[in-house]
């Protein structure tokens, strides 16, 4: 009996050891963009949109933009739309996509490719990640401020205060999960905020799995699986490199993450398993 209850410790630790989740790398762009800081997947027309922050992730100097790559890696439009200041985090409603852009809320019309209004968030320092619910609610981080902004009905005002290292956002019916400095929140319709789960390292972009669970990336150049538990597995680590991981973007249906490299001006695609 004992030789066999051991066979089946040691079959349940081979179990457990392979079922802890990895990332393959599928393959990654050239250096050619940027500095890229989110990337939004389209996956029914085979495309990401990527934010460009051009020459600097903080000047107002007009060679910002959002730029069109293929799911294969291959860039198809550098210049998809121009003109903005230093974009980063992306969100899309229907046709209509948000960009933060600094100080502004950056509204555009997909199937035009045409920007038809900013909107201004007067106290913003550096407008970081955007959000949007599925009832067309805007939500930006301010990471300067350490504040949270909502937009609706094009009204600013202030949604959340002092949360330390405030920048990933992403919404989920009347919940909104918040990467703040080390912390992992989500915050209710109430706007009461509950901890998710405490990482080694700020978080940067975070995307729902499913069944609770959450992939962040975290800008030195770190990507975790966070449990709905709480806990978390390091998927990736390349800060030795220097190759930062900004804003992601998730494929739930193939399971691929399309991450941002910033300064290393590139978008890297891996497979979750």
Do not use: C
């Amino acid at each position: 009996m004992k030789k066999y209850l051991g066979l089946a410790f040691v079959l349940t630790l081979a179990v457990n050891s392979s079922a802890q989740h990895k990332l393959e790398k599928l393959w990654e762009t050239d250096s050619i963009i940027n500095l890229p800081e989110s990337v939004l997947p389209d996956i029914k027309n085979k495309l990401l949109y990527t934010s460009v922050m051009g020459n600097s992730p903080t000047d107002k100097d007009g060679f910002g933009g959002i730029a069109k790559v293929g799911l294969d890696g291959k860039v198809i439009d550098m210049d998809w739309v121009s003109g903005l200041n230093a974009p980063k985090g992306l969100a899309r409603l229907g046709n209509l996509m948000y960009a933060a852009d600094i100080t502004d809320v950056v509204v555009i019309d997909v199937k035009k490719a045409k920007v038809i209004s900013k909107i201004s968030v007067d106290s913003a320092v550096f407008l970081n990640d955007i959000a949007v619910s599925d009832k067309g609610v805007v939500y930006v981080s301010d990471t300067r401020t350490k504040r949270i902004h909502k937009i609706e009905n094009n009204i600013v005002s202030l949604h959340l205060d002092n949360i330390s290292g405030v920048n990933g956002l992403k919404t989920l019916g009347n919940e909104l999960y918040i990467a703040g400095g080390t912390t992992i929140w989500k915050a209710d319709a109430q706007r009461t905020l509950t901890k998710i789960a405490e990482l080694p390292n700020g978080g940067d972009g975070l995307e729902f799995i499913g069944n609770g669970d959450l992939i962040v990336t975290s800008w030195p150049g770190y990507i975790y699986y966070v449990y709905a538990d709480g806990k978390h597995d390091l998927l990736l680590d390349t800060h030795l490199e220097k190759k930062n991981m900004a804003d992601l973007g998730y494929d739930p249906v193939n399971r691929i993450l399309y991450v941002p490299t910033f300064y290393k001006k590139s978008i890297v695609a891996y497979q979750l398993k």
